[in-house]
């Protein structure tokens, strides 16, 4: 069970954050994000703990589809390359110090783990089915995926670490990404596709007409359209994993750090099953998909970033966290008018 973060420490925090030696309210959205992050850790001192990075990766069968400018076996490929530190979020996390977990979830692919030592072997299936004609997933599948995304965010929580991000890795999944905003947020589907690796026009066109004969097979042969069902259907078991992840972190009281247009997507679905997990989510960074920022817009979500970047796997995210770093030492560390002894001008 998610609660909602304990508010009544609101304004010994917000005191806190208006009486250090600052014009109220200079600091912007680090003085927001320094009273998020408090009233998640429910005390005016907060710490930022062995920050994780979980990254889930999985293939999807709407990528048989042509919904995709990369093929399917980019997925695998990429996944070795984080496993050997390649990377791009292997960058970022070894900038800013974060544990890096490579979680195959369900990857179409049988990989040599004595050569890849850092992949995280929790397969359920070679891929998804294709949503086009039947569900993504069983339901035993998407209990399966769940418990993955929750396992790995309580090994990070059980080696002290209090702040998680969450990346994926899997060719095709913005196209359930789109469909999960549609359904959830009741937005055309038209303004929720977009060029994901970076498809052309005529083929987002194309994009647009399969995802809608999917959503329109779904309406025809599904007798329910409860949150559960949207998700096993269209998800991939990365994003079911991340969904599981976001969910344990919550309920555990960490901070999690909602990359681009595909987490997002998962964070979205989590606020079906738990809307209190809002509490504790931070959206780092608005990508350059199609349909991000509307997205954004109707969660009532602020990004720490625009960067225009799109690449996935959680680099927003991790490139957002030098900020909650700010934010945090600036509750810490900077003087308050009285002990400076400055006066107070405002």
């Not at 690796?197 to 994009?207: I, P």
């Amino acid at each position: 069970m998610i609660q909602p973060t304990n508010k009544s420490l609101t304004p010994l925090l917000q005191a806190k954050i208006d009486n250090l030696n600052k014009p109220k309210g200079s600091l912007g959205r680090l003085e927001s994000l320094a009273l998020q992050i408090g009233l998640i850790q429910q005390t005016t001192c907060p710490t930022l703990r062995h920050p994780c990075h979980l990254l889930f990766a999985g293939d999807h069968g709407i990528e048989r589809e042509g919904v995709s400018a990369s093929p399917r076996e980019v997925t695998w490929q990429q996944v070795e390359n984080y496993g050997k530190g390649g990377g791009g979020i292997n960058m970022f996390c070894r900038q800013h110090q974060f544990d890096l977990r490579v979680i195959d979830v369900g990857v179409d692919h049988d990989f040599a783990l004595y050569w890849n030592p850092h992949i995280v072997d929790r397969k359920i299936a070679y891929g998804t089915n294709n949503f086009l004609y039947e569900p993504a997933m069983s339901e035993n599948a998407y209990r399966k995926a769940m418990l993955v995304g929750a396992e790995q965010v309580k090994g990070c929580y059980n080696k002290g670490c209090n702040v998680v991000s969450i990346g994926e890795m899997g060719i095709g999944n913005t196209s359930p990404s789109s469909i999960l905003m549609h359904l959830f947020l009741h937005i055309d589907l038209e303004k929720c596709v977009g060029a994901g690796s970076g498809l052309g026009e005529e083929r987002v066109k194309h994009k647009y007409t399969i995802l809608k004969k999917a959503v329109d097979n779904f309406h025809r042969t599904t007798g329910k359209e409860d949150v559960e069902t949207v998700i096993r259907y269209f998800a991939g078991f990365e994003m079911v994993a991340a969904i599981g992840a976001m969910l344990k972190a919550a309920e555990l009281g960490m901070v999690i750090l909602v990359d681009g247009f595909i987490m997002t997507a998962c964070m979205l679905a989590a606020t079906q099953l738990a809307p209190n997990i809002m509490d504790y989510a931070i959206f780092c960074h608005q990508s350059d998909e199609g349909g991000h920022k509307l997205m954004l817009e109707k969660m009532q979500a602020s990004p720490l970033l625009n960067l225009g970047m799109r690449l996935g796997e959680g680099t927003g995210a991790v490139c957002a966290y030098p900020l909650l770093q700010s934010a945090v030492n600036m509750l810490n560390e900077m003087d308050n008018f009285a002990h400076a002894n400055i006066t107070k001008y405002f």
